[in-house]
């Protein structure tokens, strides 16, 4: 389960992930171009790793659930009442004979409230948080956000500490993950970020030597 790898951070104004696009079982690597960032609504986006079924079946209801609050209500689930939603239906899925392997972010923005960035693992622990990450990649991105993350960090800092943490996991973890996408979430809603991969991150050091 922990050889996927989620990314988080939020910033003054914004909420920012990443999410490798490898999708393994054993030793066997099914695809490349899974995507595991996925868009709620206009202001909310979650992300998830874990068993495969359980993770696009859990995203799925979830999704479905917060469609359903805004065409019943007229207006969307802030991020925070989003993350209590989906924390209280993983934590009863969690307590039946049918739990979800599921571990996520749910982040968002909202005009009065701000950015909201949730961490919440299978066991539906949840917390509020300004950067984390899910998985073994995860490991070696938490001194990197240690040193690089700062109250009023913008969205090119963010991704240059995406940038960083994703080299390091290239480089440390024995698991080959070669992309990341990155999606960013901000009062201008939704926006998906040119992926961090290998020949990205091998760029600026080819053109700084020459």
Known sequence: LKMETLLGIKGPDFVML???TTHARSIVVMKEDESKIHKVSDNLLISTIGESGDTEQFTEFISKN???YKMRNGYDLSPRAASHFTRKNLAEYLRSRTPYQ??????????SEGPELTFIDYLASSKAVNYAGHGYGAIFASSIYDRYWHPNITQEEAYDVFKKCIAEIQKRLVIN???????VVDKNGVRTLEAINAKLLVEPSTSAAA
Not at 102 to 109: C, H, K, L, R, S
Not at 177 to 183: E, G, I
């Open 66 to 68: 917060i469609a359903l």
């Open 102 to 111: 599921v571990f996520m972010f749910v982040a968002g923005y909202d005009p």
């Open 177 to 183: 993950l070669p992309n990341f996408d990155v999606t």
């Open 18 to 20: 990443a999410a490798d």
